[in-house]
């Protein structure tokens, strides 16, 4: 009786960890996406300030 209690227990720790696997493992790849994306828009606004900023300043 206890051992089979141990063992259903047991089951459904191994489905809940499962399942929040799985949750854990959709939430990092849409981080993934949001930060490179995120990481693109910064790079391309430096980009744009490095050539630009030097000749607005020598202008000015």
Not at 11 to 23: F, G, H, V, W, Y
Not at 29 to 37: G, L, P, R
Request: hydrophobic share 55%; proline share 2%.
């Amino acid at each position: 009786m206890i051992r089979k209690d141990i063992s259903e227990l047991m089951r459904l720790n191994m489905e809940a960890i499962e399942q929040k696997s799985k949750l854990a493992t959709a939430t990092s790849e849409k981080a993934i996406v949001v930060i490179s994306v995120v990481g693109t828009l910064c790079f391309i606004i430096a980009f744009v300030l490095l050539i630009n900023l030097p000749s607005s300043i020598a202008n000015y």
